[in-house]
């Protein structure tokens, strides 16, 4: 699968920011997506998961209440609405996508491993 993501951006404290990433790859529809980010001298941290269907989603602590992960499968696509962004929020934002089996599971993956393909990332960079 390969991933690239779009949205990023320079935007101030409060404001709003939607990402976006397509995906390529005939294991999309099937399997897990999640949102890292990792900021300058930081380790890659997850940020929110989605299953295969959409109907299971998890959350980091920092994103609870303010991001929304969803996808839709007909365009391959997963999304990260982000609201009331704060500076610390600032990092590079890299999608993943699980391709290993088992394929249509609702299981919640959240560490890097658990990941086989992975985006380039998007600047996100918010201003106090």
């Known amino acids: 699968v390969q991933l690239v993501e779009s949205g990023g951006g320079l935007v101030q404290a409060g404001g709003s920011l939607r990402l976006s990433c397509a995906a390529s790859?005939?294991?999309?529809?099937?399997?897990?997506m999640g949102w890292f980010r990792q900021a300058p001298g930081k380790e890659r941290e997850l940020v929110a998961t989605?299953?295969?269907?959409?109907?299971?989603?998890y959350y980091a602590n920092s994103a609870k209440g303010r991001f929304t992960i969803s996808r839709d499968n007909t365009k391959n696509t997963v999304y990260l609405q982000m609201n009331s962004l704060k500076p610390e929020d600032t990092a590079v934002y890299h999608c993943?996508?699980?391709?290993?089996?088992?394929?249509?599971?609702?299981?919640?993956?959240?560490?890097?491993?658990?990941?086989?393909?992975w985006g380039q990332g998007t600047q996100v960079t918010v201003s106090s």
């Open positions: 993943a996508a699980r391709e290993r089996g088992p394929r249509y599971s609702s299981s919640t993956y959240v560490r890097t491993d658990e990941y086989d393909s």
């Open positions: 989605i299953d295969w269907s959409g109907g299971r989603t």
């Open positions: 790859g005939r294991t999309f529809s099937s399997n897990a």
